[in-house]
């Protein structure tokens, strides 16, 4: 019997019976926490070192989220395996063997959580609606154990966990939600069981024609969540047609993590280069950086360029919005792609409507912020390329394409809300 170390009395299951035999296999093992965990690291690595007599070191920086999966750095330190506590799989292939921890709530707390999100989902649902339930991978399970019961019994609303892959059923992040708008058996709205509202501003996003909800584990309560969409469209369109203006153009590769595509990179360095050799007014550079901030991005270039486009998570620049430095703003892949490579996006001049970098069309230092009211006004459909493709891990949610290879041809294609966008790469197949 593994009993868990007694300094130690966490809300959340460290799940030792499947970490002690995975370590047991290795002489040097990393262990990788989330913000929450990470002053406890000391303990569980000293603990699981006498346990299993083995090295256990902890990578003192926060994992925060399932793409920043430490394998490689690792290895480079020796290790022969990684333990990466606080989240299920999202990397399919890692370069040493690692272990995902979900960190999941104990089942006596769960167990409250779970009576008060059945009794307020009764309450605001009927039996005939359709509700799909998102997660996180800390409360998954205890969800997976109960909407079953819930279903068996004929006053509930008919509850079901959306497939997510490469995630567990019905578990989304901040990047990768899916799209539950052409669902044949109409969704009527969509729960979110989460602990704050960073995932659920990708469901809104994600699912644009349906409500969304939040639970609140904490607090108990269920709120309707909004953002503001067309007027955020409109936002995000006004920063593609301003990147179009821009002389000095950069583009970042995320190294933390796997959280960068190296795939997704080399496309745009291609696109950005077609672009700057029919603009040649404009200059483009190539930069990488493990932490994506307002000091490293102006610390890299002395050519100081104006727009930034961010291959990395994707909520960098959708959060931030212009908020980052007032010398430049910073765009997705996605944007990139719809600036520098789709001449068929008409984006009108007066839509950019300052030439200074410190006025935008919305002025806020937090665009979900600031956005998080309800329009009366349906979005009109030339804006629906301009909501940001929060879509999948598969389809580009962190900046992750299909790429198709075919004789020495190379197709990289990003899936939006209206449809799929390739380039084609073939600089990067030789
Ligand atoms: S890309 Fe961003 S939102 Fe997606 S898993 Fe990584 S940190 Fe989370």
Not at 14 to 24: G, Q
Not at 134 to 147: D, N, P, R
């Given at each position: 019997m593994i009993r868990p170390p007694p300094e130690l009395s966490l809300p959340?299951?460290?799940?030792?019976?499947?970490?002690?035999?995975?370590?047991?296999q290795f002489s040097i093992v990393c262990l990788q926490f989330p913000e929450g965990l990470l002053q406890h690291s000391t303990f569980i690595a000293r603990y699981l070192s006498e346990v299993t007599n083995v090295e256990c070191i902890v990578l003192g920086d926060v994992a925060y989220g399932s793409c920043n999966i430490a394998d490689i750095y690792a290895h480079s330190l020796g290790a022969e395996g990684l333990v990466h506590y606080g989240h299920n799989p999202l990397v399919s292939k890692t370069v040493i063997p690692t272990l995902y921890i979900p960190c999941k709530y104990k089942d006596d707390q769960e167990t409250v959580n779970m009576e008060a999100f059945s009794r307020l989902v009764q309450t605001k649902f009927s039996p005939a609606d359709r509700i799909a339930i998102?997660?996180?991978?800390?409360?998954?399970?205890?969800?997976?154990?109960?909407?079953p019961q819930l279903s068996e019994q004929s006053m509930y609303p008919r509850l079901f966990m959306p497939p997510n892959h490469p995630l567990p059923d019905g578990e989304f992040l901040g990047c990768t939600c899916p799209c539950l708008s052409g669902e044949t058996d109409p969704v009527t709205a969509i729960v979110c069981y989460v602990d704050g509202r960073f995932q659920t501003d990708s469901a809104i996003i994600a699912n644009p024609t349906i409500p969304v909800f939040r639970f609140d584990p904490q607090f108990h309560q269920l709120t309707h969540e909004t953002i503001d969409l067309p007027k955020y469209a409109r936002f995000r369109r006004s920063l593609v047609g301003k990147s179009r203006k821009q002389k000095r153009i950069g583009i970042v590769f995320s190294t933390l993590g796997r959280q960068g595509h190296s795939e997704t990179f080399r496309s745009l360095v291609t696109v950005v280069r077609r672009w700057c050799k029919i603009h040649p007014d404009c200059s483009f550079v190539e930069a990488a950086l493990d932490e994506i901030t307002s000091d490293g991005l102006n610390a890299v270039s002395a050519d100081r360029p104006t727009v930034w486009i961010i291959v990395g998570c994707p909520r960098l620049g959708l959060d931030w919005g212009t908020s980052l430095n007032s010398n430049f703003f910073v765009i997705t892949p996605h944007e990139a792609l719809l600036a520098f490579n789709d001449d068929s996006l008409d984006i009108p001049d007066d839509l950019i409507q300052h030439d200074d970098l410190n006025g935008d069309i919305v002025d806020f230092s937090h665009s979900f912020d600031s956005l998080n009211a309800e329009s009366s006004e349906p979005i009109p459909q030339p804006l629906i390329p301009f909501i940001p493709a929060i879509n999948n891990w598969n389809c580009g949610g962190c900046g992750n394409p299909r790429v198709q290879r075919d004789n020495g041809s190379c197709k990289v294609t990003f899936c939006f809300q209206d449809g799929d966008r390739s380039v084609d790469i073939e600089e990067i197949c030789h």
């Open positions: 959340f299951d460290l799940d030792y019976i499947a970490v002690v035999p995975f370590i047991k998102l997660t996180t991978a800390q409360h998954s399970s205890a969800l997976k154990a109960l909407l």
